[in-house]
């Protein structure tokens, strides 16, 4: 089965670590986004890419980092600089890029805590 | 940049009553499309509306664009305890799609 698959569900980390979250998808989508969802509020936008070795800032990037070295892969380091990280974090994919993205298959989420 | 305001916030229903959440954009949208994201879970695409004015429907739930294609409703006939969560609109802006806040809906038995 085609999908999105994020690991790990769950992390702790202590303040002043970097962490790295897994986002893997075999949809053969072109782009490839991460959101920050904090308790009751939307969705923000950390990063995006619309293809491999590119990729640009959201609304939130500060703290984050990312790499596209492969279609299917788009891992996201929270790195220490990141003040408040404690939150949930989705990745999605859409077959096309841009305004006509279609669609966004969500992964489950990895929900980090920072103790 | 472009904004994508949602309300209610939250509305909390009796089991059959419906309910009904909306959406405004500062601009024109090309499309919009709207999710459900359920306690605990993630976000999952219910529909995509294009053309001004569009009404789709699925079972229970009804879908409008509107005529200027700055705003759009998600209305649900006869709520039932399977409709609880986060309901989200979201438009094209840029390369990107902008999600509204969403509307957390729980509905009691």
């Known amino acids: 089965d085609g999908g999105i698959t994020q690991s790990p569900k769950y992390l702790f980390r202590k303040e002043g670590q970097n962490v790295t979250l897994s986002c893997e998808q075999n949809l053969n989508h072109d782009a490839m986004y991460w959101y920050r969802q904090d308790p009751g509020q939307g969705l923000r936008l950390i990063y995006y890419?619309?293809?491999?070795?590119?990729?640009q800032k959201g609304d939130i990037a500060e703290g984050y980092s990312v790499s596209r070295e492969k279609k299917e892969s788009f891992p996201l380091t929270v790195t220490s600089a990141q003040k408040n990280p404690t939150a949930f974090y989705l990745c999605?994919?859409?077959?096309?890029?841009?305004?006509?993205?279609?669609?966004?298959?969500f992964g489950e989420g990895s929900r980090l805590t920072v103790l | 940049g472009q904004q994508v305001m949602q309300i209610p916030q939250y509305q909390h229903v009796q089991e059959g009553e419906d309910f009904t959440t909306y959406c405004n954009s500062s601009?024109?949208?090309?499309?919009i499309q709207w999710y459900k994201q359920r306690p605990g879970g993630h976000p999952v695409f219910l529909i995509q509306l294009v053309k001004s004015g569009e009404v789709k429907k699925q079972k229970r739930l009804t879908f409008q664009f509107g005529e200027a294609k700055k705003n759009s409703s998600l209305h649900i006939t006869a709520t039932q305890t399977t409709d609880v969560g986060t309901y989200f609109c979201?438009?094209?802006?840029?390369?990107?799609?902008?999600f509204g806040a969403g509307t957390i809906l729980r509905v009691k038995s």
């Open positions: 890419s619309q293809i491999v070795n590119d990729f």
């Open positions: 999605a994919s859409s077959l096309n890029r841009g305004l006509t993205a279609g669609e966004l298959f």
């Open positions: 979201a438009g094209p802006g840029g390369n990107k799609l902008v």
């Open positions: 601009t024109t949208l090309s499309n």
